[in-house]
């Protein structure tokens, strides 16, 4: 008689993932693009539906030079 291996199903692996490190790059003159630790007043918001930023002296409360990551639980700092 001859054993039958059943197949096995799919393994669904959830992990949570944590930003570890972010670089900003800005366009020079001739559109190159140069790594830079400030942002001056910008407050960048990356999130899974659309990128924006805005002058942070334009919204109370808001430190420029900063990324914030919406739906993604997480904020950093530049």
């Known amino acids: 008689s001859s054993t039958r291996r059943q197949p096995r199903s799919p393994r669904v692996v ?3 993932m944590r930003t570890k490190a972010l670089m900003v790059f800005k366009l020079d003159d001739e559109g190159n693009t ?17 990128p924006f930023c805005v002058p942070a002296t334009s919204f109370p409360g808001m430190d420029p030079n900063y990324v914030h ?10």
């Open 14 to 16: 959830f992990a949570r």
């Open 69 to 78: 990551f919406r739906d993604f639980e997480e904020t950093g700092f530049v």
């Open 34 to 50: 140069v790594y830079t630790q400030d942002m001056g007043n910008l407050v960048v918001f990356l999130s899974n539906s659309e």
